[in-house]
């Protein structure tokens, strides 16, 4: 990564990707991604096949 970025460009790309991280989790845990779906259909998460049996 260092070939194409410099230490503050990979730092604050890793802080942007923890956000997104974050906020997706967040989304996920206040119940908000099940309210807000895709148009055609639920989204890959909720889809039967692609929950897996602890």
């Given at each position: ?9 990979i ?17 996920h ?12 259909g ?13």
């Open positions: 990564m260092t070939a194409s970025y410099g230490q503050a460009e730092v604050e790309l890793s802080m942007c990707l923890g956000s997104w991280l974050a906020f997706g989790r967040l989304n845990v206040l119940g908000l991604d099940t309210v807000c779906r895709l148009p055609g639920a989204s890959p998460a909720h889809r039967p096949e692609a929950r897996q049996a602890p």
